[in-house]
């Protein structure tokens, strides 16, 4: 009887707690912190961008080049209540960062999304800029392109392993010859191996150059591209873009490749010569030892 007493008081324990379990579940509130990622786990941010896009371009979502002279639509999101906060946009980095001006936002539906517009000046200089949102404490970042009006634009490209005229320029082996070569702002013409640089031309004053040289070293499995780039006499910056892709045109190597680029190993190191020489040599000691014999 005492047994069946004890199995009746734990019954009766396990169903009381049970009970305030239930009554603690349904009567909470979460936190709007709250993660299932345990302790360590970061907070949502309270304010997120979504989209940077051209203003006039409203329909895409995501990242993408404006122009300069453009105005600038930003989208995003928090979870803070537009009675009590104000969401602050500026751009914090690149060329000309400190062109751009501010924008404070006010207002915003309870679903928690926002929009912003901010002027992107005529004479910004082109390249990857900082957007920076902040709003009680939080912030968020955003990296966005500012593109080219006027797109470089590169012709064809050629190299091959003997002297040949282009554009009345006369290009020695193992040259890239690029044509019609424009940067509206000036910069280089690179020539890359995937991912290697394997030579660059001298700096191009900003316009239209008939034939831009280059010379690279490069082996029988080169795949070469010519890609423009801009920048200054004393600076190499980004490509130039267009269309979200660095403006490049594809290099050709003649039927079978491109043998490897001479070094000076190839003719000029102490004690090395070029076949032909060594023969000569041999030629020159044997008949030097016949005429000792001779005598």
């Known amino acids: ?59 895409r979502s995501g990242v993408h080049p404006v122009d300069p002279g ?14 009590d906060n104000a969401i602050d946009l500026s751009v914090t980095a690149g060329p000309d960062a400190d062109r751009f001006g501010f924008v404070v936002v006010e207002s915003w539906g309870y679903d928690g999304r926002w929009t912003a517009r901010l002027a992107v000046p005529a004479a910004v200089t082109p390249g990857m800029y900082t957007l920076e949102v902040q709003v009680d404490g939080d912030a968020d ?67 239209t150059h008939a034939v831009v040289i280059v010379g690279v070293s490069v082996n029988g499995n080169s795949y070469l591209r010519a890609v423009a780039v801009r920048g200054t006499p004393d600076r190499v910056d980004d490509p130039y873009r267009s269309n979200d892709s660095a403006v490049a045109v594809p290099v050709p190597l003649r039927r079978g490749g491109v043998p490897p680029s001479p070094t000076p190993t190839d003719a000029t190191a102490p004690g090395v010569g070029t076949p032909a020489t060594m023969i000569a040599l041999v030629l020159s000691a044997v008949a030097l030892l016949l005429r000792a014999r001779n005598r």
């Not at 324990?13 to 349904?26: I, P, Q």
């Not at 453009?70 to 009675?83: A, H, M, Q």
């Not at 012709?155 to 890239?176: H, K, N, Y």
Request: aromatic residues 4%.
């Open 70 to 83: 453009s105005t600038l639509l930003v989208r995003g999101t928090t979870d803070r209540r537009p009675d």
């Open 141 to 207: 970042v955003q990296r966005f392109e500012v593109a080219e009006r006027r797109p470089a634009t590169l012709g064809r490209a050629s190299l091959s392993d003997t002297v040949r005229p282009v554009s009345g320029e006369r290009i020695r082996p193992f040259q890239v010859a690029v044509e019609n070569v424009t940067l509206s702002n000036g910069g280089y013409v690179k020539v890359r191996d995937g991912g290697t640089s394997v030579g660059r031309s001298s700096y191009l004053t900003p316009g």
């Open 1 to 59: 009887m005492r047994a069946f007493a004890v199995l009746l008081a734990f019954v009766v324990a396990v169903s009381t707690v049970g009970a305030v379990c239930v009554w603690a579940d349904e009567g909470a509130t979460a936190s709007p912190h709250a993660t299932t990622g345990g302790v360590d786990a970061a907070p949502p941010r309270s304010v997120a961008i979504l989209d940077v896009v051209s203003d006039n371009r409203s329909n």
